[in-house]
Nanobody, 126 residues
């Protein structure tokens, strides 16, 4: 059974940093590309970043480019999202998701991801 469990969310001041983790189980992580998405209250879910299987290419949403870094450790079965220079508009529930195969040219739409975690809350506020 595929399972994704996010952790690392919390309350942080503007300009601060957080590192989100997503622990994967129940499938061969090496075969999957992984993505981070977020959903703020009253807004649609949006893609934040994704990392491909095999070549580990990464893609970012424009508003987080240069501030967020996605990485993966297949041996530890984890995916990470390092978030720096956080802004109040980054406040949202953050989800990790998995899609089989490699991705290229950008992150797939959320509808294309098959498996999702339950989310972790990130709040950026002074």
């Amino acid at each position: 059974q595929v399972q994704l469990v996010e952790s690392g969310g919390g309350l942080v001041q503007p300009g601060g940093s957080l590192r989100l983790s997503c622990a994967a189980s129940g499938f061969t992580l090496d075969d999957y590309s992984l993505g981070w998405f977020r959903q703020a209250p009253g807004k649609a879910r949006e893609g934040v970043a994704c990392i491909s299987s095999s070549d580990y290419n990464t893609f970012y949403e424009d508003s987080v480019q240069g501030r967020f870094t996605i990485s993966r450790d297949d041996a530890k079965r984890k995916v990470f999202l390092q978030m720096n220079s956080l802004k109040p508009e980054d406040t949202a529930v953050y989800f990790c998701a998995a899609i089989i195969g490699a991705v290229a040219g950008g992150c797939p739409n959320s509808e294309d991801f098959n498996d999702w975690g339950q989310g972790t809350q990130v709040t950026v506020s002074s």
